[in-house]
């Protein structure tokens, strides 16, 4: 289910009217952050290969630590009509990454998904176009 989730997760944000990364298949994340059940989910799906932790891992933009990278398998990704190769890399804040590999969140895991993703999703922000609405008004 985590994975399969995580696939979707990567798949909308390929698919996107305005995708940040065109290859995304690979995520950091802090795993100390995680819940225990999102680390043991997290090190089962790397332990049957179906994700591949990244040597050296990835710099946090916020913290300057090094997380943890992981990368969709690259025998699994054409299944979700994902690149295997590596390309971009997303950052996993805790509450999503919870919601993805733990039990805890999974009834708020749409909304946060929602969330990750509404700046890519075409058209633009209900912000702007109340502005645009308000200048174009008679």
């Known amino acids: 289910r985590a994975i399969d989730a995580l696939a979707v997760f990567f798949f909308d944000f390929r698919y996107s009217d305005k995708p940040s990364e065109c290859d ?11 819940t225990v059940n ?3 989910t997290l090190e089962m799906a790397e332990n049957w290969s179906y994700l591949v932790r990244i040597k ?4 946090n933009k916020n913290s300057r630590s ?7 398998s690259p025998m699994l990704a054409p299944k ?6 590596r390309g971009g ?11 993805l590999f733990g ?10 998904v929602e969330n ?11 912000s702007l176009q109340k502005n645009q609405a308000s200048l174009f008004s008679s």
């Open 103 to 112: 039990r805890e969140l999974q009834n708020g895991f749409k909304g946060l």
């Open 80 to 85: 979700w009509g994902l690149s295997p190769q």
């Open 24 to 34: 995304l298949c690979s995520f950091s994340v802090d795993v100390d952050s995680l």
């Open 66 to 72: 090094v997380d943890e990278k992981f990368q969709l």
């Open 116 to 126: 990750r993703v509404k700046d890519m999703q075409g058209g633009a922000s209900p």
């Open 56 to 59: 050296g891992g990835a710099k």
């Open 38 to 40: 999102a680390q043991k």
């Open 89 to 99: 890399t997303i950052e996993l804040q805790a509450d999503l990454a919870n919601a």
